[in-house]
């Protein structure tokens, strides 16, 4: 009864590090989306793919790398971390990209100092 | 203009009484609008979806969608201080791709 399954739950990097945000999915979907949220913004939509081996940008893709590596798992990339990309990272996904609800991960809390 | 606006609130309302929240979206060609529950600290939850114009309950929640005004609500009859979260309004927006937006949510607050 997994569902959205994201790790790490927690994380501090320091300015300039790198990390990989991982996403997986036991449900056979189809879409996977990344969203931040911030206070006062909502989710915004970094990142999407409608299947395995497609990728498209959303609302706020700067600074972020995506990869598909197959139907079960969607990774998000933070290259050079920035202060501006503390926020809570919240991975989703669903059926197929029309007509579906789209169902989350518990979220990993990322701090950049 | 946002994609989805709603009012953040927060919204008051005494138990037992009917929550009323609202959404807009501008894009004209969405079929796909939803409701999300968020607990503060917590993910969102799914808790209604809704695609065709009219209104459609399950249980004490009831949302209605008017493709023409483009607006979607959600009404909690009976509202009791466990509702008490935030509700997101989502709404998969098909011009120039298809991309599940969010409106920055409402705060909803039941007393006692």
């Known amino acids: 009864n997994a569902g959205v399954t994201q790790t790490p739950k927690f994380q501090v990097l320091k300015t300039g590090q790198s990390m990989t945000l991982q996403c997986a999915q036991d449900?056979?979907?189809?879409?996977m989306y990344w969203y931040r949220q911030d206070p006062g913004m909502g989710l915004r939509l970094i990142y999407y793919?409608?299947?395995?081996?497609?990728?498209d940008k959303g609302e706020v893709p700067n600074g972020y790398n995506v990869s598909r590596l197959n139907k079960r798992e969607f990774s998000l990339r933070l290259e050079s971390a920035a202060p501006s990309q503390t926020s809570v990272y919240f991975c989703?996904?669903?059926?197929?990209?029309?007509?579906?609800?789209?169902?989350f991960g518990q979220g990993t809390r990322l701090t950049v100092v | 203009q946002k994609e989805v606006e709603q009012n953040s609130g927060p919204l008051s309302v005494p138990e037992g009484a009917i929550a009323s929240l609202n959404c807009t979206y501008s894009?004209?060609?969405?079929?796909?609008f939803f409701w999300y529950r968020q607990y503060s600290g917590k993910s969102p939850e799914l808790i209604m979806s809704?695609?065709?114009?009219g209104d459609k309950e399950d249980g004490r929640f009831t949302a209605q969608l008017n493709k023409a005004s483009q607006y979607v609500s959600l009404l909690i009859r009976d509202s009791q201080p466990s509702d008490s979260a935030t509700y997101l309004c989502?709404?998969?927006?098909?011009?120039?791709?298809?991309?599940?937006?969010f409106g920055t949510g409402t705060q909803l607050k039941v007393e006692l």
């Open positions: 989703a996904s669903g059926r197929q990209i029309r007509n579906t609800e789209a169902f």
């Open positions: 449900m056979n979907h189809n879409s």
């Open positions: 989502a709404v998969m927006i098909t011009g120039g791709g298809n991309k599940l937006t």
């Open positions: 894009d004209r060609g969405s079929q796909s």
């Open positions: 809704i695609y065709s114009n």
């Open positions: 793919s409608a299947s395995e081996g497609t990728t």
